[in-house]
């Protein structure tokens, strides 16, 4: 485990850049009775050599938030009911 925490921190926490270390960790759990036995390809790992790094995944920061989105921001507040008031209580509970 702490050679994956290790990793964690040297890559700022990019977890794909640490599959080696992650699998490492797992089996090393499954092989001291800590995690049932199953298959890596079930806990979300590609299958053996195929490459799954950094270029294989998609940035988890979409472009809007590149630029300072911040989801619900653009809503506004409603001034009466509560958030039942959208499904037409109209505040009157």
Do not use: P
């Not at 806990?43 to 195929?50: M, N, R, S």
């Not at 509560?82 to 509970?93: H, N, V």
């Amino acid at each position: 485990m702490k050679v994956y925490l290790q990793c964690l921190r040297k890559h700022n926490n990019e977890h794909n850049l640490c599959v080696s270390e992650s699998k490492s960790y797992l089996h090393c759990r499954m092989n001291e009775g800590l995690m049932a036995r199953q298959e890596l390809e079930e806990l979300g790992f590609g299958k053996e050599g195929e490459d799954r790094t950094r270029g294989g995944f998609q940035d988890s920061e979409g472009e809007k938030e590149k630029g300072g989105f911040v989801a619900g921001k653009h809503i506004k507040e409603r001034k009466k009911g509560g958030w039942w008031g959208f499904w037409g209580g109209g505040g009157s509970r």
